[in-house]
Nanobody, 116 residues
Framework: QVQLVESGGGLVQAGGSLRLSCAASGNIYRFREMGWYRQAPGKQRELVETLTRGNTTNYADSVKGRFTISRGNVKNTVYLQMNSLKPEDTAIYYC??????????WGQGTQVTVPS
């Protein structure tokens, strides 16, 4: 069993910053991919940014240059530094992990709100 614990969401004015964190525990060994997706009201869940075991990042064009994913010092922890936030970044952000055995897991989600 794998658990993902997210933190760091909240309300921030446009142009501000937030940092999300996700800590994974359980039978992971070395994750294949770990990162963030988001879902805005009335929209499908979409990729934000993920990090592979080989340190390759995948990200949405909409966050390029503004969001940065990084590994934490604690094993199986990742951060998402979000700068220059825009109202269109408002969504529930979900941590996502794929284990060494290709099992996908999702966190419970954390709300990020950027008022227009």
């Amino acid at each position: 069993q794998v658990q993902l614990v997210e933190s760091g969401g909240g309300l921030v004015q446009a142009g501000g910053s937030l940092r999300l964190s996700c800590a994974a525990s359980g039978n992971i060994y070395r994750f294949r991919e770990m990162g963030w997706y988001r879902q805005a009201p009335g929209k499908q869940r979409e990729l934000v940014e993920t990090l592979t075991r080989g340190n390759t990042t995948n990200y949405a064009d909409s966050v390029k240059g503004r969001f940065t994913i990084s590994r934490g010092n604690v094993k199986n922890t990742v951060y998402l530094q979000m700068n220059s936030l825009k109202p269109e970044d408002t969504a529930i952000y979900y941590c996502h992990l794929v284990t060494n055995w290709l099992e996908p897991y999702w966190g419970q989600g954390t709300q990020v709100t950027v008022p227009s």
